[in-house]
Nanobody, 125 residues
Framework: QVQLAESGGGVVQAGDSLRLSCAASGRTLSSYIMGWFRQAPGLEREFVAAISRSGDWTDYSGSVKGRFTISRDNAKNTVYLQMNDLKPEDTAVYYC??????????????????WGQGTQVTVSS
């Protein structure tokens, strides 16, 4: 079992930056591929970014590529999402998730075993 807790969300203006953190407890995070997803009201949960167990591989959705950066510090059992040049369409609840098996379908929420409670990000124009 692993427990995930996101933090760092808030209300910002377009063009601002935020860094989200996802702290894990209960099991070492280095065993998991980690992902960030987001969900806006009335919409399905969508993939934002993923990172391999060692951090040597990352992937992003097209809508955030070049603006967001996922990283991890396995010694601190924490994953980060640096979000730059935020846009109103980035407004959503952001969730981190852990995948033990390492599915090739990492852009889908389905393979992920554990989820955090989410943190709200609101970007005003």
């Amino acid at each position: 079992q692993v427990q995930l807790a996101e933090s760092g969300g808030g209300v910002v203006q377009a063009g601002d930056s935020l860094r989200l953190s996802c702290a894990a407890s209960g099991r070492t995070l280095s065993s998991y591929i980690m992902g960030w997803f987001r969900q806006a009201p009335g919409l399905e949960r969508e993939f934002v970014a993923a990172i391999s167990r060692s951090g040597d591989w990352t992937d992003y959705s097209g809508s955030v590529k070049g603006r967001f950066t996922i990283s991890r510090d396995n010694a601190k059992n924490t994953v980060y999402l640096q979000m730059n040049d935020l846009k109103p369409e980035d407004t959503a609840v952001y969730y981190c998730a852990a995948d033990l098996e390492g599915s090739t379908y990492y852009t889908s929420p389905t393979p992920y075993d554990y989820w955090g409670q989410g943190t709200q990000v609101t970007v005003s124009s």
